[in-house]
């Protein structure tokens, strides 16, 4: 079953501005994971975090966890043209039987 | 070296057909998995398999079978294909499960005439 919802489906910006791309899921977690995905390609790991730490930073990459309103946000700053590509959140929740949950994604397109 | 791999990347086959995904991972992994993309880019677990256990997904139609000949791996199996089961498979393994991060094949697309 669905856990994450992305949010907004879709995302068009220009290259210098930040994005922010959030989600939201229903379960308590273990952990909250986002990946990228080029367009006709697999999914790259990101970041993860756990679901006692609050915030992670990797690079121009900033993930947010707020485990009382069930909701993470992913901050890209600084986007650039390369940063074109669907994100997707992905949960690990209790009881899942171990196995990560996927949202739907956010589709971002960064203009040159 | 790719770190997960799966053959074919594009599969073009006639309704009630029985086809097959390799997937292999030089990782040294002990999860594996199937997920299943949709047309709207929806990611759906199929499997999660471990030299231990085989997590079957009770949405998957058991015409979908996963075979694992060894640790490094774990081959789809799709017997008497629908229309439906377009779409594009991906295979992915981690070290132990969901707690750690995934790392994917770069799919399979199932194209069911």
């Known amino acids: 079953s669905q856990q994450g919802e992305e949010d907004p489906q879709a995302l068009s910006i220009q290259e210098g501005e930040n994005a922010t791309m959030n989600c939201s899921y229903k379960?308590?977690?273990?952990?909250l994971q986002w990946y990228r995905q080029n367009s006709g390609r697999g999914l790259v790991h990101l970041i993860l975090i756990r679901s006692n730490e609050r915030e992670k930073h990797s690079g121009r990459l900033r993930v947010t966890l707020d485990t009382s309103k069930k909701s993470s946000s992913l901050l890209i700053t600084a986007s650039r043209a390369a940063d074109t590509a669907s994100y997707f959140c992905a949960t690990d929740s209790k009881g899942s039987q171990g196995n990560l949950i996927f949202g739907k994604g956010t589709k971002l397109s960064v203009k040159p | 070296d790719t770190a997960v791999s799966q053959t074919p990347k594009y599969l073009v086959t006639q309704m009630g057909n029985d086809k097959s995904i390799k997937c292999e991972q030089n990782l040294g992994h002990d999860t594996m998995y199937w997920y299943k993309q949709d047309s709207k880019k929806f990611l759906k677990i199929m499997f999660s398999y471990n030299n231990k256990e085989l997590i079957i997904n009770e949405t998957v139609p058991n015409r979908f079978s996963p075979k694992s000949p060894d640790k490094a791996h774990l081959n789809l199996h799709i017997n008497s294909l629908e229309l439906g089961d377009s779409a594009v498979y991906f295979c992915a393994s981690s070290q132990s499960g969901a707690s750690e991060k995934l790392f994917f094949g770069s799919g399979t697309q199932l194209s069911v005439l």
């Open positions: 379960t308590s977690i273990n952990n």
